[in-house]
């Protein structure tokens, strides 16, 4: 927790963000309302994949949230 996430802008701007939180959740029980919802200050979510991998569909299981 606590590392810093450097986004280069296209005005040239670079942003930072800190990393308050990390979660790893079955992609079946991805909450789409809390990943997506509205804030009142510039915030940034990271979602990708992680977990098992299923060899069988080619996906892993689970999602990463920061």
């Known amino acids: 927790?606590?590392?810093?996430?450097?986004?280069?802008?296209a005005d040239?701007?670079?942003?930072?963000?800190?990393?308050?939180?990390?979660s790893q959740v079955p992609k079946?029980?991805?909450q789409t309302d809390l990943v997506y919802a509205a804030t009142l200050e510039?915030?940034?979510?990271?979602?990708t994949c992680g977990g098992i991998f299923d060899r069988s569909t080619g996906n892993?299981?689970?999602n990463v949230i920061v």
Do not use: C, K
């Open 42 to 47: 510039a915030s940034l979510r990271l979602v």
């Open 1 to 9: 927790m606590g590392s810093a996430v450097h986004v280069d802008r």
């Open 60 to 62: 892993y299981l689970d």
């Open 12 to 22: 040239g701007i670079t942003v930072t963000f800190r990393v308050t939180g990390r």
């Open 28 to 30: 079946v029980l991805f």
